[in-house]
């Protein structure tokens, strides 16, 4: 039996979507119900078996993908991402701007590369992509650009990896201005703690991927500004903006201890 959720949920039947960062996790996640809605799903990540085991189970389950490998941290790659695509199938619909690293060291101890890699990685790999895939969606008035910043996008947590998705967040959101009128929309979904190989260090309960891939599949068909995953986590996000000095005190004594090497971060996501 079909339950009426799902019915209900728009279809994507014909659509041609890259989904970065889709080894695992969210990523992983999103790419399976891109192609449950009927997407033609293109897997891009580092890992490739990986990556291919997530291809065969999309096929296995009777949707359509492929396995483009790509480092977003290398800009040929991301531009020959893009190039693969449309030599492949003619148009990009969709792009979910999901790849990303998080951070634990604190910022005197994090060699210079290792910074320069982690922005590389969780922005500007997101920016050169959907610069790669925009003419093409701006030519036909068509496409959705979706990218996955973070709670810590909006709440200052760790600073490179906070700096990194305030800079998701604020190109979103300046890209979404700028766009308005040309078919093309423009979404941010910024999760909190969502249960992934990035917070295994988290002890307590937390949504799985599956929540985030539903959020994103259903920005397609209807576009917003941004939503923060799970909702409760407006509050967070609120106090922070309107209350920063409550805000502050509420971190302190939540995650506060001496700054030490290799510490784990708390709140990524």
């Known amino acids: 039996m079909v339950h009426e959720a799902e019915t209900a949920r728009p279809t994507l ?8 960062g889709a080894s695992s996790g969210i990523g992983a996640a999103t790419a399976r119900e891109l192609a449950r809605r009927g997407a033609t799903v293109v897997l891009a990540a580092r890992r490739v078996d990986e990556l291919e085991a997530q291809a065969r189970a999309i ?6 993908a492929i396995v483009i490998p790509t480092d977003v941290a290398d800009a040929s790659q991301v531009t020959l991402l893009a190039e693969r695509t449309m030599a492949t199938f003619g148009r990009i619909d969709v792009l979910v701007n999901n790849a990303g690293a998080g951070w634990s060291k604190p910022l005197a101890s994090s060699p210079p590369d290792d910074v320069i890699g982690l922005l590389e990685v969780n922005l500007l790999g ?15 008035r068509r496409g959705a650009v979706i990218s996955v910043g973070s709670l810590s996008g909006r709440v200052a947590m ?16 300046a890209l979404r201005r700028q766009l308005a009128g040309t078919g093309v929309s423009v979404s941010l979904v910024s999760p909190g703690n969502i249960d992934t190989a990035m917070t295994t260090h988290v002890r307590a309960a937390m949504p799985q991927p599956e929540l985030v891939a539903t959020t994103i599949a259903d920005l397609v068909a209807h576009p917003r500004r941004e939503v923060v995953v799970p909702g409760r986590h407006y509050a967070i996000a609120w106090l922070e903006q309107v209350l920063p000095g409550m805000a502050d005190l509420a971190y302190r004594r939540r995650h506060w201890s001496p700054v030490k090497e290799e510490e784990p971060a708390t709140w990524t996501s």
Do not use: H, N
Not at 13 to 20: E, R
Not at 59 to 64: C, F, K, P, S, T
Not at 126 to 140: G, K, Q
Not at 158 to 173: D, I, N, Q
């Open 13 to 20: 039947l014909g659509d041609v979507a890259i989904v970065t």
């Open 59 to 64: 096929r296995q389950a009777g949707g359509e």
């Open 126 to 140: 997101a920016i050169l992509l959907t610069r790669a895939v925009l003419p093409d969606m701006l030519e036909r």
């Open 158 to 173: 760790e600073p490179l990896y906070s700096a990194s998705k305030y800079g998701v967040r604020g190109f979103s959101l």
